[in-house]
């Protein structure tokens, strides 16, 4: 695509963004039409479709930002193509799926804004999306998903939970790769969690879930989970693992249960006898927060080029708490008292580091900004999509 074909759709896009209530109008007309004119369609999506709305147009504007970017924004579309087979998704699909955007953005617009030459961009930029996606999942021959069984469900705090299962098949996916997942009595609801351990033979796998306040999923996964439920795993995404290609030491900075697709990097890189030095960074709230600190401790003692760094806002723990707070063992950091961005900016720029960040959005883009703050190049940092 050219640079006026990207401009054209990305002026288009944010020209819609930018009126009231937008975003919402258009994707509730979009899936109007999809829905209307290919009934078919609507048992791949869920019966509540506030959290679909909301993602389509993120994913949107993600896919937007990066199309001058061939080199990220294709795989990524390749992923996400092979990740849709779960759902049954044949490429006819795909066609209904963009001729609906196309009808609900003109109508959006209106005609002054769209133009033939905004009509054929639009169209240009949603060929190069679906055919990207097509062919990625048409030349897997993997499973359209992975059927998991729980094994093992523990609840390390009251809103955390860490739920292992063993896959029908081995699945192979990159240490710091996500996966989409849905589970009993939350039919095609489907969630992202990041493995916390590599992948393996033995078609182990295991999920950090921290409960969201008023999600429709979470809750389900933290406090309502038995042995033997099965899950459904979709194809892994997502691009962060240790880049093999240069000599570059890492940064990691993880919070909360964002620490699962760090703590899969590290313990992939404990079986290999040459390794990067790597900084981690774990964060949380409450210092109880971080529940996987002495798994993390112990890579650390064994593998020199790792240094774990603890890192809370608070002190001491919330009055439900009762389990004492961990201390390091000889050598190791204390644990640091203060917001997670700021405490790593002030050890320096870091500018020397490939760096990834894993946590809310909040959290990212505030880490991001204080260390670019710092002078660390933007390039440098790197992380998921934020939606």
């Given amino acids: 695509m050219d ?18 209530d937008g975003p919402e109008k258009l994707t509730r007309s979009f899936y109007g039409i999809l829905f209307a004119q290919n009934p078919e369609a609507r048992e791949f999506f869920p019966a509540a479709m506030d959290v679909q709305r909301d993602r389509l147009v993120q994913a949107i504007a993600y896919v937007i930002d990066k199309l001058e970017n061939p080199e990220s924004i294709l795989p990524f579309l390749a992923q996400l193509g092979r990740d849709h087979r779960k759902y049954g998704v044949e490429d006819a699909h795909y066609v209904a799926v963009g001729n609906a955007l196309i009808t609900a953005l003109k109508n959006f617009a209106g005609s002054e804004i769209w133009t033939e030459e905004v009509d054929f961009a639009w169209r240009e ?62 039919p095609r609801m489907w969630r992202y969690l990041s493995p916390a351990i590599p992948a393996n033979d033995q078609g182990q796998i295991e999920f950090h879930v921290r409960r969201v306040s008023g999600g429709w999923v979470s809750p389900a996964m933290v406090g309502q989970t038995n042995l033997g439920d ?25 919070s909360g249960t964002g620490i699962a697709p760090l703590r899969a990097q590290v313990m992939e890189m404990a079986m290999r006898g040459n390794n990067p030095r790597v900084h981690l960074f774990v964060a949380g709230t409450y210092p109880c927060d971080l529940y996987d600190i002495e798994t993390l401790w112990q890579l650390s003692q064994t593998n020199p080029w790792l240094t774990v760094i603890p890192v809370s806002a608070e002190d001491t723990n919330p009055w439900w708490h009762f389990d004492p707070i961990p201390t390091p063992p000889p050598g190791m950091y204390q644990r640091i008292t203060g917001k997670v961005g700021q405490v790593v900016a002030e050890f320096g720029s870091w500018a020397d580091r490939d760096i990834q960040i894993v946590g809310s959005a909040s959290m990212i883009q505030t880490t991001k900004f204080r260390l670019q703050a710092k002078g660390t190049p933007v390039e440098s940092i790197r992380h998921d999509p934020l939606f």
Avoid: C
Wanted: zero cysteines; a neutral charge; aromatic letters at 4%.
């Fill in 3 to 20: 640079s006026t074909t990207i401009s054209l759709v990305r002026t288009t896009f944010k020209a819609v963004a930018a009126v009231d």
């Fill in 125 to 186: 930029a949603i060929a190069l999306i679906a055919s990207t996606m097509m062919d990625a999942a048409n030349s897997e021959t993997g499973p359209r998903a992975w059927i998991g069984t729980v094994v093992e469900h523990k609840q390390v705090l009251r809103d955390v939970a860490v739920v292992r299962l063993q896959l029908d098949k081995p699945m192979q996916y990159g240490a710091g790769q996500y996966v989409s997942v849905s589970v009993p009595g939350r």
């Fill in 230 to 254: 099965t899950w459904a795993i979709g194809s892994p995404l997502g691009a962060l693992g240790v880049d093999r290609t240069t000599e570059r030491d890492m940064l990691m900075i993880g």
